[in-house]
């Protein structure tokens, strides 16, 4: 259980809140640029195959079963506390905040796995 709590699976449950947040906007998304919409799109796709690779990737380093114990915990409690934070947050800032972050947790990943 011990690498289940790890400094990698940690990055990957607040990646994942970013994504289930860029996710969620790009669902209710009302804007009339099409350039973010573009944007928000790419970074969407590039967020959950990023997403895939790494629980492949952490699969094989660790125990074979780990990503399935990390995706639950992420699927569930990201969408829990990703819908209290969007209630003192904005989505829109969330999102724009994810721009940032998901590429930083990104690395942190895999870097730390």
Same mark, same amino acid.
């Given at each position: 259980?011990?690498?289940?709590?790890?400094?990698?699976?940690?990055?990957?449950?607040?990646?994942?809140?970013?994504?289930? &947040?860029?996710?969620?906007?790009?669902?209710?998304?009302?804007?009339?640029?099409? &350039? +973010?919409?573009?944007?928000?799109?790419?970074?969407?796709?590039?967020?959950?195959?990023?997403?895939?690779?790494?629980?492949? +990737?952490?699969? @094989?380093? &660790?125990? $074979? $079963?780990?990503? +399935?114990?990390?995706?639950?915990?992420?699927?569930?409690?990201?969408?829990? @506390?990703?819908?209290?934070?969007?209630?003192?947050?904005?989505? +829109?800032?969330?999102?724009?905040?994810?721009?940032?972050?998901?590429?930083?947790?990104?690395?942190?990943?895999?870097? &730390?796995?």
């Amino acid at each position: 259980m011990d690498t289940i709590f790890s400094t990698s699976a940690i990055c990957f449950y607040l990646f994942a809140i970013f994504i289930f &947040t860029q996710q969620r906007h790009l669902r209710n998304f009302k804007g009339a640029s099409q &350039t +973010f919409h573009t944007l928000l799109t790419f970074f969407c796709f590039l967020g959950c195959l990023a997403g895939l690779v790494y629980l492949i +990737f952490y699969g @094989v380093r &660790t125990m $074979w $079963w780990s990503p +399935f114990v990390i995706l639950a915990i992420s699927a569930i409690g990201g969408g829990i @506390v990703q819908g209290l934070i969007s209630k003192i947050i904005p989505e +829109f800032i969330l999102s724009i905040l994810g721009f940032i972050a998901i590429p930083v947790l990104g690395f942190l990943m895999f870097y &730390t796995t």
